[in-house]
């Protein structure tokens, strides 16, 4: 059964304090590991999506990368307009859609 | 703007009651998505349309179905409403119709059951 588990489910970091958001994986047969921003009230909005192990994309002060069970979201030296839910997604053989993890929660302070 | 459009933004009823709620694609996309979000649960996979026809079930309950109509847009119809249905429900649309993809949310339709 496709599994995903995201951590931590919270994270407070002071503005400029670099961090990593976990997502933990087990599908069969991954068709791409999908990171999504959501903004409180609205609908998440695409960030990456990665293929293969060993791949990274960035984006501003994000920085996605993917191991064959796990992919990490790099964030570095944050800022307040960073906060938001990050939710990732594994892209599975098994299915169509995608099954997101529950998100990772992040609040930057100035 | 994702260019997917979800109506209505916010909608309180009753227990029991019926509501529909309404999602256009964005342009030229053939695939629908519904999906529940919910505190406890986050964000659950509902159904999927493509090009008018069923293409996947998630975790939808009976009292709950959806439609795709000639003209893409989709519907979501929920019945016989209890609390525990209170939530988000968004649409999302993407290009592809068979293979996992990129998608496109829109803002959602904030569900409340009292």
């Known amino acids: 059964e496709d599994q995903v588990t995201q951590s931590p489910e919270a994270l407070r970091l002071q503005e400029g304090e670099s961090s990593s958001l976990n997502c933990s994986y087990t599908?069969?047969?991954?068709?791409?590991l999908f990171w999504y921003r959501q903004d409180p009230g609205k609908g998440p909005e695409f960030l990456f999506t990665l293929y293969s192990a060993g791949e990274e994309k960035e984006k501003e002060r994000l920085k996605a990368t993917l191991t064959k069970k796990e992919s990490f979201l790099h964030i570095t030296a944050p800022k307040p307009e960073d906060s938001a839910t990050y939710l990732c997604?594994?892209?599975?053989?098994?299915?169509?859609?995608?099954?997101f993890g529950k998100g990772t929660s992040l609040l930057v302070t100035p | 703007d994702s260019g997917v459009t979800q109506t209505p933004k916010h909608l309180i009823t009753a227990t029991g009651q019926r509501v529909t709620l309404r999602c256009s694609p964005r342009s030229g996309d053939l695939s629908v998505y519904w999906y529940q979000q919910s505190l406890d649960q986050g964000l659950q996979f509902l159904i999927q349309?493509?090009?008018?026809?069923?293409?996947a079930k998630g975790n939808i309950l009976e009292r709950f179905s959806a439609q795709q109509f000639p003209d893409l847009h989709s519907e979501l119809n929920l019945s016989s409403l209890e609390l525990g249905d209170s939530a988000l429900y968004f649409c999302a649309s993407s290009p592809s119709g068979g293979a996992v993809g990129e998608l496109f949310f829109g803002e959602g339709s904030r569900l409340t059951v009292l």
């Open positions: 997604a594994p892209g599975s053989n098994s299915g169509y859609a995608l099954n």
């Open positions: 349309y493509y090009n008018g026809e069923e293409r």
């Open positions: 599908v069969s047969g991954l068709r791409g």
